[in-house]
């Protein structure tokens, strides 16, 4: 069964204090991994897509990495609108699925 | 250029009434999605659609239907609702082809009493 696993759950931050989200992975072939942005009572907000191993993408104070068995979501000297939850999905390569796999989110606080 | 756009944003039902959610799009996306997120779990699939005519379960179907006689408009049914339906519901969608990445309405949320 695919499975998606973020962590921390939660994480407080101070302005400036660079940090890293995780997102392990489980599926049987990946065809995409994807981040979202979710603030309260709004939808998630789409951030990045990797597809391979070794793939790197960056926007603004943020950047997502990829390995064969997790994702990293690195945010650089944060600032305080950048306090939402990060969501982490992935996208089975098996018979033409449509279904995302998503984790159940860190939710991150950075503090002026 | 609206995006994805959702009605109702709340609603409260009673057990055993009935509502359709609606969610129309003007992105032209031919896949259109629904989910539902209840508190500190992620995202599940109720129902998808890969164009006008054409729909199929996701994860979590039961209790729920939709249609999709337009590319805009994906709206999904309640029957007989019940307290386990009370969550957050949104709509997505996505362009097809090699472009992946979906994109989220609002949300509504439905409570159940």
């Known amino acids: 069964e695919d499975q998606v696993t973020q962590s921390p759950e939660a994480l407080r931050l101070q302005e400036g204090e660079s940090s890293s989200l995780n997102c392990s992975y489980t599926?049987?072939?990946?065809?995409?991994l994807f981040w979202y942005r979710q603030d309260p009572g709004k939808g998630p907000e789409f951030l990045f897509t990797?597809?391979?191993a070794g793939e790197e993408k960056e926007k603004e104070r943020l950047k997502a990495t990829l390995t064969k068995k997790e994702s990293f979501l690195h945010i650089t000297a944060p600032k305080p609108e950048d306090s939402a939850t990060y969501l982490c999905?992935?996208?089975?390569?098996?018979?033409?699925?449509?279904?995302?796999?998503f984790g159940k989110g860190t939710k991150l606080t950075v503090n002026p | 250029n609206a995006g994805v756009t959702q009605t109702p944003k709340f609603r409260i039902l009673k057990i055993g009434q009935s509502m359709t959610l609606q969610c129309t799009q003007d992105?032209?996306?031919?896949?259109m999605y629904w989910y539902r997120q209840d508190p500190g779990m992620g995202l599940k699939l109720i129902y998808y659609?890969?164009?006008?005519?054409?729909?199929d379960k996701g994860e979590v179907p039961n209790g729920y239907n939709v249609s999709r006689s337009t590319t805009e408009d994906f709206p999904l049914r309640l029957e007989l609702a019940a307290p386990s339906q009370t969550s957050v519901y949104f709509c997505?969608?996505?362009?097809?082809?090699?472009?992946?990445?979906?994109?989220f309405g609002p949300g509504t949320r439905l409570t159940v009493l």
């Open positions: 997505a969608t996505r362009r097809g082809g090699s472009y992946n990445e979906q994109f």
């Open positions: 599926v049987s072939g990946l065809r995409g």
């Open positions: 990797l597809y391979s």
């Open positions: 999905a992935v996208q089975a390569d098996a018979g033409g699925s449509e279904k995302l796999v």
């Open positions: 992105m032209n996306h031919n896949y």
């Open positions: 659609s890969v164009g006008a005519g054409i729909t």
